[in-house]
């Protein structure tokens, strides 16, 4: 076989991601939270970018402004300092352009600001709490040492999820001391802690209520699968009660706490704030952009002199490093732009498709994938979904993710198309409406949204159920019974 050298022209093209789009990309795909906290960490690190004081302006023509197309970027040939200083950045344009009002801005709310006395650092955590108990008991110091081993193996529930003999080896000491100092700590607050699984947990409560003597107690202790399966009368006929006495005897245990160290939790309840408002203003629906608390960027006038002006009384990395910050603060400012255009654009087109949903509700929603509003806006569905990610907007419905629009089709017995968000909500609907006593199965549902013209198969209908957090009907049934008192044993 021959080898020989040749030479062979190609033409090909090939996309390059430039650190300008990569940014565009990144910012695109932001939360309004994530995109503030990197607007604030970009001005806190590029001192050529402020924030404009005073309120935000609002645009009157909102929509032809957010349908504007974007300005072209600035080239990045090599030049020296002092042309990239009259020729990368047209100043007279950015003026024009940047330093103008932007699409649309929610126009921020005086609010009378809260006393900041009326706010605690941070809530009392489970384990604080137990110490305080711990300590107030006066242990020895091997028993604080067990004690302390004990609370930092409770997990957030406040269940023990190490074993007495682990603790003994952490602790170095006997097992029958464990036991003794666990016993203690069971009959701390709240009620149930330190239990090692369910059944141990509501056996402490019960003894703190004083129902050992009661088949309550027992039913806890030797039927609580029983329980779970809502298999009454096994436990009827294996204690040889009556059922109306194992139905009183559940209703007390439904009313027990199975997660003792929840009131201590952690978790702070995560609030949503809009990135879009859709208002409905006679018979159109009006889009505003939420601005609140959003910074309004422009460029230093000072380092921009400097740079325009004065580029010669400075050393020659001092104007190189104006010079790149100036270039990365003008296209922070074009990719926030740009952004906010996007997003306006792509809730424009969800509007135009879901308008029935906005009047009517989510009965109305319409099978909508992302390749629809893609074609509508004229652009690519990757670009789409980036916009929807992690966004909500406030609508006459509520509030919803972006992504909440796209779902996929179920089609009805005369070939029209259904959300699959509206058959599941008439899931919920049936199943909220449903007898107790007599719950409907999966397969009762599916002949019930026949009859609604849902062509449904069974499997469907208990994913939708169970992304709903229902459970079966076998577990959904309520067995009604007297109200006599549990019996003793």
């Known amino acids: 076989m021959a080898l020989e050298l040749r030479q062979q022209l190609r033409l090909t093209q090939q996309l390059v991601m430039t650190p300008q789009l990569q940014q565009a990309i990144k910012l695109l795909q932001l939360s309004r939270l994530e995109l503030l906290e990197v607007i604030h960490q970009e001005m806190e690190e590029n001192p050529v970018l402020e ?7 609002v645009e009157d023509d909102a929509r ?8 072209e970027p600035p080239p990045l040939k090599p030049v020296t300092v002092e042309e990239t200083a009259r020729t990368d950045i047209d100043w007279s344009t950015y003026l024009e352009e940047y330093n ?3 699409p649309v801005y929610f126009e921020a709310e005086e609010r009378e600001l809260p006393e900041y006395e009326n706010f605690l650092a941070r809530r009392e955590s489970l384990n604080e709490h137990l110490r305080w108990q711990l300590l107030l008991s006066l242990p020895s110091s091997k028993e604080e040492k067990i004690g302390s081993a004990i609370i930092g193996n409770l997990n957030k529930d406040g269940y023990l ?4 003999d682990e603790i003994a080896n952490l602790t170095e000491t006997d097992p029958t001391e464990v036991e003794s100092v666990l016993s203690k700590m069971q009959s701390y607050d709240p009620v149930g802690v330190c239990a090692r699984d369910l059944g141990e947990c509501l056996l402490i409560q019960m003894r703190q209520l004083g129902l050992e003597d009661f088949i309550v107690f027992q039913i806890v202790q030797n039927h609580l699968k029983h329980v779970e399966n809502k298999n009454y009368k096994a436990i009827a006929r294996a204690l040889r009660v009556g059922l109306d006495d194992v139905l009183s005897a559940v209703e007390i245990i439904t009313r027990l706490e199975p997660k003792p160290g929840r009131e201590f939790s952690d978790e702070e309840p995560q609030y949503i704030s809009p990135d879009v408002f859709v208002y409905k203003v006679g018979d159109e629906f009006v889009i505003v952009l939420n601005e609140d608390g959003m910074p309004k960027l422009r460029i230093s006038s000072f380092y921009r002199e400097a740079l325009y002006n004065r580029a010669q009384e400075f050393p020659s990395h001092t104007r190189d490093y104006i010079h790149n910050k100036l270039r990365s603060a003008v296209w922070l400012i074009r990719s926030i732009h740009q952004r906010q255009r996007t ?3 792509v809730v424009e087109s969800i509007i135009l498709f879901q308008r029935d949903f906005l009047e009517k509700g989510i009965a109305r929603l319409k099978p909508m994938v992302l390749r629809d509003v893609a074609a509508d806006i004229g652009m690519h569905e990757s670009t789409v979904s980036r916009v929807t990610t992690n966004k909500y907007v406030h609508t006459p419905q509520g509030i919803f993710e972006l992504k909440f629009f796209f ?3 179920i089609y009805r017995f005369d070939g029209q198309a259904v959300a699959s968000a509206s058959v599941k909500e008439k899931i919920r609907q049936i199943i909220e409406s449903e007898d107790p006593e007599k719950p409907y199965s999966d397969k009762k549902m599916v002949d019930i949204l026949k009859s609604s013209n849902i062509n449904i198969a069974r499997r469907t209908v208990a994913k939708y159920r169970e992304m709903l957090g229902v459970l079966p009907s076998n577990k959904r049934k309520k067995v009604q019974g007297g109200q006599s008192a549990c019996k003793r044993r």
């Open 51 to 57: 924030d404009v004081p005073g309120e935000m302006p």
């Open 100 to 102: 103008a009002p932007g």
């Open 161 to 164: 999820r190490a074993t007495v």
């Open 343 to 345: 997003i306006y654009k």
């Open 407 to 409: 779902n996929s089709s």
């Open 64 to 71: 032809a402004e957010a349908t504007a197309e974007p300005p």
